[in-house]
């Protein structure tokens, strides 16, 4: 009997009818990958990076590719990730052209004294670190730039009214 069990999930928010099926095998796919792991003897926080990886390459997911607009009509990512048996965290924000959010976060926790980096620092860690790079046209999807236009200039109000709140 597998004894392993990794719960995933891909955000808070009133799902579209048009991308449940999407977001559904998404967090299932993500699951597989971090149980894989697992099954494989990696750790949890092996598993947890190759789910939230999966989800950042799946545009139905506003992570990675597929990330909501900021209200300059520009992909800017945060990630985090937090381990227990050291209580380590590591995170990220603003970031722009990071492939993976989350394995810079994971940098940033293992490999710098430092809980968090921003913007134009943490992309240049990025780099340093050699992580895999993303044009912000690869990232960018045709959802989240009809979403930004649908909500711009509306107000936050509105948005969250709209994407939070079920109908």
Not at 65 to 91: F, K, Q, V, Y
Not at 105 to 121: F, I, P, Y
Not at 141 to 154: P, Q
Request: proline content about 2%.
């Amino acid at each position: 009997m597998d004894s392993i069990v990794i719960v995933v999930h891909g955000g808070a928010w009133a799902i579209p009818d048009s991308i449940v099926d999407a977001t559904r095998s998404g967090v299932k796919e993500a699951a597989r990958r971090g149980h894989e792991v697992l099954r494989n003897g990696g750790s949890a926080l092996d598993a947890v990076q190759a789910a939230v990886m999966t989800l950042e390459d799946d545009p139905a997911f506003n992570a990675g590719r597929g990330s909501t607009l900021n209200c300059n009509g520009e992909i800017e990512m945060d990630a985090l990730i937090m381990e227990g048996l050291h209580l380590g965290a590591g995170s990220v924000a603003a970031v722009r052209d990071i492939a993976h959010p989350i394995a810079l976060a994971r940098s940033v926790m293992e490999k710098t004294n430092h809980t968090m980096l921003v913007g134009r620092g943490a992309s240049e860690f990025g780099r340093e670190m050699n992580l895999s790079l993303s044009a912000t046209d690869r990232l960018l999807t045709n959802d989240a730039e009809k979403e930004f236009e649908r909500f711009k200039g509306s107000g936050y109000d509105r948005a969250v009214e709209e994407l939070f709140v079920p109908k």
